[in-house]
């Protein structure tokens, strides 16, 4: 079955951390880039960071310095360590797989979508 499953999502005061996993599984990971991206409610489809096969990442700048995204090959499973959120970080987090081993901040050129993890941030 080809899916990718977030968890760690929860609800926070502002100033906290939560730490997001996205477990792969079904589809060619490893040589992909795997991008984070977020809705809020209301809101567009957001995309927040990406991390390429070596490890090397990039990041929206409304998260800059505060979220750090990695990955773990061997587990096929990918990472977002969220620290000093804000209540604007409200969203529903998603993962992607890039469909090329290039890094776009596009959502429509990533795929296997998973069902997301809700994060709120209280002020």
């Known amino acids: 079955q080809v899916q990718s499953v977030e968890s760690g999502g929860g609800s926070v005061q502002s100033g906290g951390s939560l730490r997001l996993s996205c477990a792969a599984s079904?589809?060619?990971?490893?040589?992909?880039?795997m991008g984070w991206f977020r809705q809020g409610l209301g809101k567009e489809l957001e995309w927040v960071a990406y991390?390429?096969?070596?490890?090397?990442?990039n990041y929206a700048d409304s998260v800059k310095g505060r979220f750090t995204a990695s990955r773990d090959n061997a587990k096929n499973t990918l990472y977002l360590q969220m620290d000093s959120l804000k209540p604007e970080d409200t969203a529903m987090y998603y993962c992607?797989?890039?469909?090329?081993?290039?890094?776009?901040?596009?959502?429509?050129?990533?795929?296997?979508w998973g069902q997301g993890t809700q994060v709120t941030v209280s002020s």
């Open positions: 992607a797989r890039s469909s090329y081993t290039s890094c776009p901040t596009s959502s429509i050129y990533y795929k296997y």
């Open positions: 079904g589809y060619t990971y490893n040589q992909y880039c």
């Open positions: 991390v390429n096969n070596p490890g090397n990442t």
